[in-house]
């Protein structure tokens, strides 16, 4: 459930920390919490949802795809006395169809997306597009590189994928 959620939690908290700016004519303009419009930007209650708001989505971010490769471990050493073919299948929802030397994969690309989402909220202008085109070359070439998927249809829609979002930002 928690992977199904993570685009949710990540765009969520990303509203948290965004302001939205309002032109009050002759009173000049002001900036608002896109979560909240009830709270003006700059405020104290601001700056304690903003830092709330930071930590859960770098906890949530990092530590989802951290904790699924630590549980993995555990039962491979705790549960299943060093068999990880059997915790791996224990664990098929996030290693299933991944070869037997990448079945971290899923991680890798949950911390992909998560950057993706960061750099497009947080990094403006051109230096946005750099950084989205070097995490997506990056990521392009690992998913080449390590050949993480047994089925060739899901390498093949995944460099798909990456490659559309290389071209795109191109």
Same mark, same amino acid.
């Given at each position: 459930?928690?992977?199904?959620?993570?685009?949710?939690?990540?765009?969520?908290?990303?509203? +948290?920390?965004?302001?939205?700016?309002?032109?009050? =004519?002759? *009173?000049?303009?002001?900036?608002?919490?896109?979560?909240?419009?009830?709270?003006?930007?700059?405020?104290?209650?601001?700056?304690?949802? !903003?830092?709330?708001?930071?930590?859960?989505?770098?906890?949530?971010?990092?530590? &989802?795809?951290?904790? @699924?490769?630590?549980?993995?471990?555990?039962?491979?050493?705790? !549960?299943?006395?060093?068999? @990880?073919?059997?915790?791996?299948?224990?664990?098929?929802? #996030?290693?299933?169809?991944?070869?037997?030397?990448?079945?971290?994969?899923?991680?890798?690309?949950? #911390?992909?997306?998560?950057?993706?989402?960061?750099? +497009?909220?947080?990094?403006? =202008?051109?230096? *946005?597009?750099?950084?989205?085109?070097? &995490? #997506?070359?990056?990521?392009? &070439?690992?998913? #080449? @590189?390590?050949?993480?998927? %047994?089925?060739?249809? %899901?390498? *093949?829609?995944?460099?798909? @994928?990456?490659? %559309? &979002?290389? %071209?795109?930002?191109?």
């Amino acid at each position: 459930v928690l992977y199904i959620v993570f685009p949710t939690m990540l765009e969520i908290n990303g509203r +948290m920390t965004t302001c939205e700016q309002y032109d009050f =004519g002759p *009173r000049g303009t002001k900036k608002f919490l896109l979560a909240d419009r009830s709270i003006e930007c700059g405020t104290e209650k601001h700056d304690s949802y !903003v830092t709330i708001a930071l930590w859960q989505m770098v906890g949530y971010s990092l530590m &989802l795809p951290l904790l @699924s490769i630590t549980v993995v471990l555990a039962f491979t050493y705790v !549960v299943f006395d060093g068999n @990880s073919k059997k915790a791996r299948d224990s664990f098929f929802f #996030i290693t299933g169809g991944l070869r037997e030397s990448v079945w971290f994969w899923e991680s890798v690309v949950s #911390i992909r997306k998560a950057s993706l989402v960061f750099i +497009m909220m947080y990094l403006f =202008g051109t230096l *946005r597009i750099y950084v989205d085109v070097w &995490l #997506i070359g990056i990521s392009l &070439l690992l998913t #080449i @590189s390590l050949d993480p998927y %047994v089925e060739t249809i %899901v390498r *093949r829609l995944d460099l798909l @994928s990456q490659s %559309v &979002l290389y %071209v795109t930002f191109n």
